[in-house]
Antibody
């Protein structure tokens, strides 16, 4: 059974860079039928798609965050990562990684448990 | 950007009741609409893909319908475990967007 697990610092200072990693177990990140995505959810609010990556390294991002976001993949570790630069309090959220269907529909499942990142000095 | 508007925002319902949640897109998205369930302190789980296709393992009381701009998630014979927030999500065009969520409370 495929599982995803987010990891990274839970506290980031304003203007610094947020870095998270998603580790995949029970399956391969190199599957040709899936992308891998990041989605975030501010406390008590809705969901926002951040961006997605294919195992080859091909990426696409939400234009609202594109200037600050980089998503990368490490197939040898079965991981993909998110960096978000110049963070502010508005970036405080639970960050989820998820598998994304690449062949039909681009839906997300499963999701990791999520990790709360707080931006504060 | 395609905006998804769900209604209602909140609904208090009794067990065994039938529940209907709607999701309206700001422009036509064909059938590229998916539904998720998020229980408190849990990550979202896919219920319905492509507007009406039930995802593996999802109870049969959950069903979806619609195309174009208007979509519906129906829960037949609601159970207590269905207390959650439900989100629609469109993948027709970038950026992918989600509805604001509909919170179901079980009386």
């Amino acid at each position: 059974q495929l599982q995803l697990q987010e990891s990274g610092p839970g506290l980031v200072k304003p203007s610094e860079t947020l870095s998270l990693t998603c580790t995949i177990s029970g399956g391969s990140i190199s599957s040709s039928t899936y992308y891998w995505g990041w989605i975030r959810q501010p406390p008590g609010k809705g969901l926002e798609w951040i961006g997605s990556i294919y195992y080859s390294g091909s990426t696409y991002y939400n234009p609202s965050l594109k200037s600050r976001v980089t998503i990368s993949v490490d197939t040898s570790k079965n991981q993909f990562s998110l960096t978000l630069s110049s963070v502010t309090a508005a970036d405080t959220a639970v960050y989820y990684c998820a598998r994304q269907s690449a062949v039909a529909g681009n839906w997300f499942d499963p999701w990791g448990q999520g990790t709360l990142v707080t931006v504060s000095s | 950007e395609i905006v998804l508007t769900q209604s209602p925002d909140f609904q208090s319902v009794t067990p065994k009741e039938k529940v209907t949640i709607t999701c309206r897109a700001s422009q036509s998205i064909g059938s590229s609409l998916h539904w998720y369930q998020q229980k408190p302190d849990q990550s979202p789980k896919l219920l319905i893909k492509y507007a009406s296709q039930s995802f593996s393992g999802v109870p049969s009381r959950f069903s979806g319908s619609g195309s174009g701009t208007d979509f519906t998630l129906t829960i037949n014979s609601l159970e207590a475990e269905d207390a959650a927030t439900y989100y629609c999500h469109q993948s027709s065009s970038l950026p992918y967007t989600f509805g604001q969520g509909t919170k179901l409370e079980i009386k």
